[in-house]
């Protein structure tokens, strides 16, 4: 069995900052590719930033140069560290990752965490 849990939402004010960790637990061999996801009321879930085992990282346009993504390899966890934070970055994060474990490759789902920009 594993688990992706994020942490770290809340409410926050505009130009605000965030760090949010989603941390992996259970049978796991290997990591592969992470991401975050967020999905805002009425839309569709939108990749947020994803980053390679290796630490390569891309970004969606609307969150470049005010989102960071990172990972921890040892402790199975990763983060985003979100800065100047606006109303439209309000939406529920969810994490995502590409998993070895118990000889087979499954992608897991995190519960979610909801982010809230307002003043």
């Known amino acids: 069995q594993v688990r992706l849990v994020e942490s770290g939402g809340g409410l926050v004010q505009p130009g605000g900052s965030l760090r949010l960790s989603c941390a992996a637990s259970g049978s796991i061999d290997s990591i592969y590719d992470m991401s975050w996801y967020r999905q805002a009321p009425g839309q569709q879930r939108e990749l947020v930033a994803d980053?390679?085992?290796?630490?390569?990282?891309n970004y969606g346009d609307s969150v470049k140069g005010r989102f960071t993504i990172s990972r921890d390899n040892a402790k199975k966890t990763m983060y985003l560290q979100m800065n100047t934070l606006k109303p439209e970055d309000t939406a529920v994060y969810y994490c995502?990752?590409?998993?070895?474990?118990?000889?087979?490759?499954?992608?897991?789902w995190g519960q979610g965490t909801q982010v809230t920009v307002s003043s």
């Open positions: 980053i390679s085992s290796s630490g390569n990282s």
């Open positions: 995502y990752a590409d998993i070895y474990g118990l000889g087979r490759f499954t992608t897991y």
